[in-house]
């Protein structure tokens, strides 16, 4: 059988086996297979689907084209969790610290910024004198010493998945909930944890917009992840809004800070609860939600979560000082209020339309390896479903130059929507 035969087996619809996913694999590693080739294999696939077994067989190809890492069993129990991609999602920064102290070792593999979503990567970076580029060694250090760490996706973990991406993101094939599953479940399984929740969220902010879309894709995650005695949770949560106050990288990390002090906000820190708590339950540390809740709270209240963080950070080589204003973070040079022109009740704030703009304003990128501006980015004061009178504050807006203020200021009359009482 040649690689190219199980092109033709794929686009004439017949279920491909274990061993014809594996040549595919294989074959595109070492150049046998060329680009278009792929690419025809890819958009089969997109057209016809892949069932649950090529799902797990292609999860598996894909794990085996590069290093997984292990840890030491005393480490034990190893646990992760990933979110699809949002618009102020800053959980990963809250959660991490909070699960260490509640028992469990995150050796968390994070992504950067895709398309209007941010990446957790790109936040941290935004902490003066931090290093992301864990080696293994030093990723295993970390996690023996602090109980986790935030590393950067390495070439060595999974390099099928960034070409496959690569490829997927110029012919149209991202969109395949096998294919998300396939790409998703390998790199979790790379980082050697036993465990992962996965948040997957829909709605204007998301990934995925459509919630039904969303749910496939969670029962897909969890039912590959069986089949190849991963352990996976998934929930599924709206990402209509920005999540939590703010928007922007180094703003993210400050409201993390303040999360950890107990000064979160009501959306942010349910999500975050019910996730640690999520993680506790997969790991057999709980025997129900509601106390993997009491205990993550109580890893807030003490503040043990604010000092593990600090500590974890340090660790990397940055420094969070909590003694200054903005705790020692990069901070914009021009910041103006938005007020809301009419009194009303705030009926949306588009998540995604806020993240396009923070990418335009420097806070993103818009091809890989472009710089990200740290700074920029908007603190809400108020959220949907919030009154507001004419003038009051809605958000405030940071920017590294004038006209970037003025125009994202701007802009926000249509992102922002006031339904008049
Ligand atoms: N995130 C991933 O890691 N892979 C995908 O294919 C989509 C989202």
């Known amino acids: 059988m040649r690689a190219y035969d199980v092109l033709i087996k794929k686009r004439d619809g017949v279920e491909l086996d274990k061993s014809e996913i594996g ?8 150049g046998e297979l060329t680009d278009y080739q792929m690419s025809a294999f890819l958009m089969a696939s997109f057209l016809n689907g892949l069932s649950l077994d090529e799902t797990a067989a292609l999860t598996e190809a894909m794990l085996s084209s590069g290093d997984v890492l292990s840890f030491e069993e005393s480490l034990a129990p190893l646990v992760d969790k ?19 102290e509640c028992g469990l070792r995150v050796p968390m593999i994070s992504g950067r910024s895709l398309g ?7 936040k941290l970076e935004s902490i003066p004198g931090i290093e992301t580029s864990l080696d293994p060694e030093k990723m295993k250090e970390i996690v023996s010493e602090q109980g ?4 950067a996706q390495t070439e060595r973990l999974v390099p099928a998945d960034g070409k496959l991406y690569a490829l997927r993101d110029a012919t149209g094939t991202v969109e395949s909930i096998p294919l998300i599953t396939s790409s998703i479940l390998s790199k979790k399984m790379a980082e050697g944890v036993e465990a992962n929740v996965i ?54 990390v400050a409201e993390a800070v303040e999360s950890l002090m107990g000064e979160g906000s009501d959306d942010l820190m ?49 420094r969070i000082d909590l003694e200054k204003e903005g705790f020692g973070l990069p901070r914009a040079d021009f910041i103006a209020s938005f007020k809301a022109g009419k009194s009303g009740l705030i009926k949306g704030i588009d998540a995604r339309g806020i993240g396009e703009l923070l990418r335009e304003m420097g806070g993103g990128r818009f091809r890989a390896g472009d710089q990200i ?49």
Do not use: W
């Open 23 to 30: 040549l595919l694999v294989e074959s595109y590693l070492d």
């Open 82 to 100: 990933h979110s699809t991609g949002g618009v102020g999602d800053k959980v990963s920064l809250v959660l991490l610290p909070i699960a260490v």
């Open 116 to 122: 209007f979503t941010g990446g957790t990567l790109d």
């Open 148 to 151: 986790g760490c935030f590393a």
């Open 199 to 252: 948040d997957v969220k829909f709605g204007r902010g998301a990934f995925m917009e459509d919630e039904a879309r969303a749910a496939s894709l969670a029962e897909m995650l969890e039912e590959v992840g069986r089949r190849l005695s991963f352990k996976v949770k998934t929930i599924l949560s709206p990402m209509d809004q920005p999540l939590g106050k703010s928007v922007g990288n180094a703003l993210e």
């Open 270 to 318: 349910a999500l975050t609860h019910r996730l640690v708590a999520e993680m506790l339950l997969l790991a057999g540390r709980v025997e129900t939600l509601e106390r993997g809740v009491s205990l993550s709270k109580e890893a807030i209240d003490s503040q043990r979560a604010l000092e593990r963080f600090v500590s974890i950070v340090e660790a990397q080589g940055g």
């Open 373 to 421: 501006d740290p700074a920029p980015g908007f603190v809400f004061e108020r959220k949907v479903g919030e009154r507001v009178a004419v003038n009051d504050v809605i958000c405030e807006v940071h920017a590294s130059d004038e006209s970037a203020l003025s125009g994202a200021v701007s802009r926000l009359r249509d992102l922002i929507e006031i339904e008049a009482l």
